[in-house]
């Protein structure tokens, strides 16, 4: 059971890196842009830890304010800082 | 053409909204909250956002080192603005470096047995 959990997030993990991918490449101004490898896996890093600040954060805000469930109002609070963090 | 490029932005937003629903949900479990649905399309809409800034600074950076291709370094220079987070970069790279020198032999295996997992 565990390691077909683990085979998911393997398996969900590297559908996001070719998210990733393809987002670099169509955020880019000039077609001849390109990405090597590394910079796929460390951006799809980098955005997973965004997500995660983002939420966590959120959730703090929740538990501030002692609400049962994270609602847009908490992560309007945070989202400031949140941007000039990154 | 833009018809075309807004379909597969809306595809990508698509993929990013599920990714991050599905993070939320994980975060969300560990602590016995859950995530409304609004907070995780404003999550995923501002992930996308952040998504197109990076990408800009990537190809900028890359550009004034008289490059095309994006490299980890940019990457390092675009997670500059945090301590943490540019150490938990630079570490990583390291790490895909090492790996990278180690496993050089072992990659296509190793492409094999992920490509056998996919299946």
Redesign the interface.
């Known amino acids: 059971m565990k390691s077909k959990n683990l085979?998911f997030n393997?398996?969900?993990l590297?559908?996001?890196q070719e998210?990733?991918n393809?987002?670099?490449s169509?955020?880019?101004?000039?077609e001849?842009?390109?990405?090597?490898s590394?910079?796929v896996?460390?951006?799809a890093?980098?955005?997973?830890?965004?997500?995660?600040e983002?939420?966590?954060r959120?959730?703090k805000q929740?538990?501030a304010e002692d609400c049962?469930?994270?609602?847009?109002e908490?992560?309007?609070k945070i989202?400031p800082q949140?941007?000039l963090?990154? | 053409m833009s018809l075309d490029?807004d379909e597969?932005?809306q595809r990508?937003k698509a993929?990013?909204h599920y990714?991050?629903g599905?993070?939320?949900q994980k975060?969300?479990q560990d602590?016995s909250?859950?995530?409304?649905r609004?907070?995780i399309a404003?999550?995923a809409e501002?992930?996308?956002r952040?998504?197109?800034i990076?990408?800009?600074d990537?190809?900028a950076f890359?550009?004034h080192a008289k490059r095309?291709?994006?490299?980890?370094d940019?990457?390092k220079l675009?997670?500059r603005?945090?301590t943490a987070?540019s150490m938990?970069?630079q570490n990583?790279?390291e790490e895909?470096?090492q790996e990278k020198k180690s496993t050089g032999k072992r990659k296509s295996k190793d492409t094999e047995e992920?490509r056998d997992?996919?299946l």
């Open positions: 085979c393997l398996n969900f590297y559908l996001f998210t990733v393809k987002l670099l169509s955020f880019f101004k000039e001849k842009t390109r990405c090597n590394d910079v896996v460390l951006m890093e980098m955005l997973k830890i965004f997500v995660q983002a939420a966590v959120s959730q929740a538990e049962n469930q994270v609602d847009i908490h992560f309007e989202v949140l941007l963090d990154f | 490029k597969t932005h990508l993929a990013v990714t991050v599905r993070l939320c975060i969300g602590q909250k859950e995530f409304s609004q907070t404003a999550i501002t992930t996308f952040q998504c197109e990076f990408a800009k990537l190809e890359a550009r095309t291709t994006v490299s980890a940019d990457v675009v997670a603005r945090s987070l938990y970069i990583k790279s895909l470096n992920s997992q996919g």
